[in-house]
């Protein structure tokens, strides 16, 4: 199994707007920035790799209540889990999202 294909990711304190640009009312106003970015990769000796990414985000207007994760090929990363102050979001796939993207609810 491809060293990509075993990747896992852990995004703490993340909260990310869907990228539907959709300049209606529900979203005008909303933006955010990366107020730090932290990333530590394990490799294991079969190969496989973990990878933490803790990414402290700010945000300005909302609600906010979705956010995506955009990668070359979605469908390589495995076990993706995001957490926000400490609790677990629900994290939806790329076969099961509009967006063809890692997408979590909050």
């Not at 993340?14 to 107020?35: C, E, H, M, Y």
């Not at 990333?39 to 909302?62: K, L, Q, W």
């Not at 070359?72 to 076969?95: I, K, N, Q």
């Amino acid at each position: 199994m491809s060293l990509v294909r075993r990747l896992a990711f852990v995004l703490a304190c993340i909260a990310l707007p869907l990228v539907a640009a959709d300049a209606t009312s529900a979203n005008a106003g909303k933006s955010f920035r990366i107020q730090s970015l932290r990333t530590t990769a394990t490799v294991a000796p079969d190969g496989s790799m973990v990878v933490v990414e803790e990414v402290v985000y700010a945000f300005s207007g909302g609600p906010f209540t979705i956010g995506i994760r955009s990668f070359d090929d979605p469908d390589r990363v495995e076990d993706l889990a995001v957490t926000e102050a400490g609790v677990s979001l629900d994290v939806d796939p790329p076969s099961v999202t509009p967006t063809d993207q890692w997408e979590w609810h909050f």
